[in-house]
């Protein structure tokens, strides 16, 4: 690395940092992100009010395991560092492990909490008493794993897919994941068309217990197949309504069990081919 270029402006850095410049920062960690992400939220800890507020960035290279995603989160409660982990490894296993814009991924992938402890509560690790303040934690990672999603390269829809009725959370999930980057599912949404057997098909390949005959595929709550088949009487209109929108809901019952998952994604433009072919990493 050019590290005399990041010496070089390390004091006039420092003589510019002020506790009111999230937006700024927020700002100065874009790649090919088109806006700044940053949320914020409020808890009541031991009786005093704390506050949890992130910044992230991604929208290229984004996956399970967060690929080239940053995201740096702070709050004033005074929490020990093994209670953090065990809350931050939480969340991110539901949030920003549960989002994927084009599978891909890297080695620069980043979540860090951090914990001042100027909200001036007494420090705990009770599970009960710290539930406001996961609540808070969980909602801030939500909110920026859902914002890289709809800042993902050439994205024009933000895509919610979830998977009931699998053998297990797992296998709920990695058919979640493949519904969510297989390519045909992804161009099919940025053509608004409603295309289920696309669904199926990225629910066939992704290697989990499924039986055809149990299957079944909603879109925008409206269930267009169900134990294997056209629902009968099936009437498209609400569906193509809801692929005009910019956030589009796919359910999938697998009719096997318990297991159940969410995942995000977006659809796949030209603009994504646009982004990335036009410069050399």
């Avoid at 009111?20 to 700002?27: N, Y």
């Amino acid at each position: 690395l050019p590290a005399h270029k990041i010496v070089a402006v390390l004091d006039t850095l420092k003589a510019s940092l002020a506790e009111d410049r999230f937006a700024e920062a927020a700002q100065a960690i874009m790649t090919t992100d088109t806006f700044p992400k940053a949320a914020t939220r409020t808890a009541r800890l031991g009786g005093v009010e704390v506050r949890v507020t992130g910044i992230a960035k991604g929208s290229g290279m984004i996956a399970p395991d967060m690929a080239t995603m940053l995201s740096f989160i702070f709050t004033d409660a005074a929490i020990p560092a093994p209670a953090l982990q065990a809350m931050l490894s939480k969340g991110v296993s539901t949030t920003f492990n549960c989002i994927t814009i084009d599978s891909d991924t890297s080695t620069s992938d980043t979540v860090l909490l951090f914990a001042t402890g100027q909200a001036g509560n007494a420090p705990t690790e009770d599970s009960g008493e710290l539930g406001d303040f996961r609540r808070a934690l969980h909602e801030v990672m939500h909110d920026l794993a859902l914002m890289v999603v709809r800042d993902g390269e050439g994205a024009q829809k933000l895509v919610q897919i979830t998977v009931d009725g699998a053998v297990s959370n797992a296998s709920a999930r990695k058919i979640a994941m493949a519904i969510a980057n297989s390519p045909l599912v992804k161009t099919a949404i940025a053509g608004e068309d409603a295309n289920w057997g696309r669904i199926v098909m990225a629910v066939g390949k992704a290697g989990e217990p499924a039986d055809r005959d149990k299957l079944g595929v909603a879109v925008g709550g409206t269930w267009m197949a169900q134990a294997g088949g056209i629902v009968p009487g099936y009437d498209e209109t609400p569906v193509v309504a809801h692929m005009k929108g910019r956030e589009i809901n796919i359910e999938v019952d697998i009719g096997l069990g318990q297991g159940r998952a969410t995942v995000w994604t977006c659809d796949l433009t030209h603009g994504y081919i646009d982004i990335n072919g036009s410069y050399r990493s």
